[in-house]
Each structure stands twice: as C-alpha cells, then as structure tokens.
C-alpha cells in the first residue's frame, strides 16, 4: 500500500513555543491530506484538510491561527501549532489519498505532542 | 453532515471466538466504508473497505457486511487471535477527498 511519514514522531516543547509537524506521501501524489487528533483513548478527530496549492478547510472549533496549515507540494503538508499549551498536548495524525483512488486514506505513523 | 456511531466501545473475547463489531451512520449519501486497525501508539492501519455497491466483503479471517437500507455495517472476525486486540475504527464518507468520519472505536482483547 502506499506509505505516508510524519516527522517529527515524537517532541516536547515549552508552553508559548510553535511546533511544526510534516507529512509526507512518499511512493504517490496525493493532492488532499488531513489532518487529525487523537487524544488517549479516544477517536480520530478532524481537524483540517489539506488541499494542494489552496487554503486549508478547518472544521468547526478548530482555529486556523492556531492551528497553521500548508500544502505546498503535491507530497508534503506541514501543520504548525503555534503558541502552544498544555492542552494543545496531543498525537496528531495525518493521512493522504491518492489521486485516481480517492476513497482510501493512508495513515502516517503519527507525531506525539507534548506541551510542557 | 455524516455521524457515525459504533458499538460495543469494548470488546472481549475468548481466543477463537468470533468478534462483531457495528456501526451506524446517517448521510445516505456516504458510499465507502473502512475499518482500522490502531494498535496503541501506532497508526490506524487500513485492515478491510466496503464500496455502497455490494453487500459484503472477505478477506480471510475478516469480512464486513452493509445494510444500505438500514445504515449499518459491521466487522466480523472469525477465529479470533491474541494478536487480533486492538482498538477498531469504523468510518465512513462520500468518496472523491472528502474526510472520513470515524467512529469512537472499539477495544477488543482477546484472551488467551
């Protein structure tokens, strides 16, 4: 199946501080990704999809200030939590569709945040 | 917009019992519907999809049925394995990029 990669997969950072989070298709091109949250024991919640060359679609409840989105290439978007917080503490999951097969979704291996 | 519900939210089973779980969702116009497969810390993996166009699927030990009328579909897992415990995702969305809406999952353990 196709692979998706995030990176970083793991990052702790101080209250007030921006993290960036990529997420990369690496064998296709997927012009939408999206981007979740999952917090312990809990379901995927969407937060944005990502469309090549144009502005994101952020779901209700989610700020797109906060929450910064760019999908510049047709195998990367990048997510960037700016000013975090505690709360913002979280794993964040992208996944990314081929063109051509656009139902299925492929899921990167996630990205641990933790806001100290 | 599409609500998926899924159930049971836990799930335990004796090692080579069958497992069912169920899911609902509401947009009629929803016509793909995939389960995943989360092991904890580690991504959803994709284990089995069903298209609007036919009413059951398998593959192996795996298989899923679709009730269009009803809105309902279910995961089945036969002869069920210690490795088989996980948290199960059902969702479901219109096909062409567009989100899917994932259920609150269900933990399976599978006791030995």
């Known amino acids: 199946g196709a692979v998706v990669s995030q990176h970083p997969s793991r990052v702790i950072c101080k209250s007030g501080t921006s993290v960036k989070i990529e997420c990369r298709s690496l064998?296709?091109?997927?012009?939408?990704m999206f981007w979740y949250r999952q917090f312990p024991k809990q379901s995927l919640m969407l937060m944005a999809t990502?469309?090549?060359?144009?502005?994101?679609?952020?779901e209700q409840g989610v700020e797109k200030d906060k929450f910064l989105i760019n999908h510049a290439s047709l195998t990367l978007s990048t997510l960037t939590v700016t000013s975090a917080h505690p709360e913002d503490s979280s794993f964040y999951i992208c996944?990314?569709?081929?063109?051509?097969?656009?139902?299925?979704?492929?899921f990167g291996p996630g990205t641990r945040l933790l806001v100290l | 917009g599409e609500n998926v519900e899924q159930h049971p939210s836990t799930l335990s089973v004796q090692e080579g019992d069958s497992a069912v779980i169920k899911c609902t969702y509401s947009?009629?116009?929803?016509?793909?519907f995939p389960w995943y497969k989360q092991e904890l810390g580690k991504r959803p993996q994709l284990i089995i999809d069903?298209?609007?166009?036919?009413g059951e699927k398998k593959d192996q030990r795996i298989a899923v049925t679709l009730n269009k009328t009803a809105k309902h579909f279910s995961l089945h897992i036969t002869e069920t394995q210690p490795e088989d415990s996980a948290v199960y995702f059902c969702a479901a969305n219109i096909a062409g990029n567009t989100p899917l809406v994932f259920g609150k999952g269900t933990r399976l353990s599978v006791i030995a």
């Open positions: 069903i298209r609007s166009n036919v």
């Open positions: 947009d009629s116009a929803s016509n793909y």
């Open positions: 996944s990314a569709s081929q063109q051509g097969a656009r139902e299925t979704q492929y």
């Open positions: 990502s469309n090549e060359g144009s502005k994101a679609t952020y």
């Open positions: 064998d296709f091109q997927a012009t939408t």
